[in-house]
């Protein structure tokens, strides 16, 4: 297929898994509808990064050198509102998928998958659609149609919510996360008892265990990817 400069679609890549950098850097490469954007070098401040590219299509891990790809989205849709973001994950998309779909997200494939899907992915979302597996699309008619939604555990978070609970099982205390989310101690201690609540955790439940198994299975699932 043969494609005009006007008709390729910019895609940025942002993920910091070296393999899957050159995996799909090597995939991309070979096709002709699309233009693969320059990667932001470590360290470089991510959404300035997009506003620099204003990409087309976004592929984004939802583990990015100790952040959420979940913060990152809504951000990215704002400083690149015509940008259409492809979540691409090692994190389960029955358990993180709703939530990235509701942040704006346009696709989900999990990193467990062949690669030609993630490319099947860009091309229907280039086009306006949507792309899920059949699991996540059940979920996403189920909302859709009204159907309720746990509001327990993790899938009960708001994505604040889950970055003070992933931030907890990486050793920060209260005062620290106040300090990186740029909210007071009692906002972070606020969360930490909703948190805890959702958790149904009694009031002397360990929370930060918890938490720290969450970013243990998280580690475990990154390294498999």
């Avoid at 090597?26 to 509808?33: G, K, V």
């Avoid at 309720?148 to 099982?169: K, P």
């Avoid at 009692?186 to 969360?191: A, F, I, N």
């Amino acid at each position: 297929m043969q494609c005009s400069p006007e008709t390729r679609r910019k895609v940025l890549l942002l993920d910091d898994h070296p393999i899957v950098l050159l995996a799909v850097k090597t995939m991309l490469s070979d096709c002709a509808d699309f233009e693969l954007c320059e990667t932001p070098k470590p360290g470089h401040p991510l959404l300035a990064w997009v506003e620099r590219q204003m990409p087309d299509l976004v592929i984004l891990d939802l583990l990015l050198d100790g952040r959420s790809g979940l913060d990152l989205l809504p951000g990215i849709l704002r400083v690149a509102p015509s940008a259409r973001v492809v979540i691409y994950s090692s994190l389960d998309e029955t358990r993180h998928g709703l939530r990235a779909f509701r942040l704006g997200a346009k696709g989900y494939v999990m990193k467990s998958a062949p690669h030609e899907q993630l490319l099947e992915a860009l091309r229907k979302v280039a086009a306006g659609g949507l792309f899920a597996s059949e699991s996540m699309l059940q979920l996403l008619m189920n909302e859709a149609a009204g159907g309720e939604m746990s509001t327990e555990g993790l899938d009960g978070l708001t994505s604040q919510q889950l970055h003070v609970f992933r931030l907890l099982g990486e050793g920060y205390d209260t005062g620290q996360i106040a300090a990186r989310l740029g909210v007071s101690p009692e906002t972070v201690q606020s969360h930490r008892e909703r948190i805890k609540q959702k958790f149904h955790l009694l009031p002397g439940g360990d929370l930060v265990c918890s938490a720290e198994a969450y970013c243990e299975r998280e580690s475990s699932s990154r390294r498999e990817s």
